[in-house]
């Protein structure tokens, strides 16, 4: 089996990213973590897949005067990887048609609500103060619209009496680690 190359585009912590790394380790697993490509330079995330050996770029995007430059810098960087697929994992740029045009249909994110409930940022804080019983996370394919494209896969969390966004978000997290390995699993076969 000839392993997809995906590449990871992240804005800070990299849990799933390292979620990600970790799965594909596995010779079973059908892709391999190539790239690893954040905005920000203080990015954790970088730190942890340069150590583990994967390639890095940090691309600011406070450089550049348009989002489409900024865009085309990351696809110009994508393309030099010769990548197969795109995760993102916490990429906190809204991103133009530019980049996520040339990755249609290879391109997935995951966002911690069931969408299409709550899309944008906050989810926990916003699905709590609605008294929601549940929330969860979602694994989608991108399209030009934030946070919204075909979804792939998605579990649900039990919001439970007491819930801070916190404590909601470090039970969601639990899930997005099990669940972007499993998704990126079955786009990569499907690729
Ligand atoms: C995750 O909750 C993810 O769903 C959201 O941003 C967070 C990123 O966390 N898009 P990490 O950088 O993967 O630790």
Known sequence: ?????????ISGRGSNMLALIN???????PAEIAFVLSNKADAAGIETASKLGIATQVIDHRKFSSREEFDAA???AFQ???????????FMRIMTPVLISPWKGRMINIHPSLLPLYK??????RAIADGQKDAGCTVHFVTAELDDGPIIAQVRVPILPGDTPETLAARVLIEEHKLYPEALRRVALKN
Do not use: Q
Not at 1 to 9: I, N, P, S, Y
Not at 23 to 29: G, K, L, M, P, V
Not at 80 to 90: F, N, S, T
């Open 1 to 9: 089996m000839k392993k997809k190359r995906v590449g990871v585009l």
């Open 23 to 29: 799965a594909a380790r596995n010779s079973d697993y």
């Open 74 to 76: 990351i696809n110009a």
């Open 80 to 90: 030099a990887h010769k990548l197969d697929l795109i995760a993102c994992a916490g």
């Open 120 to 125: 944008g940022l906050h989810t926990h804080e």
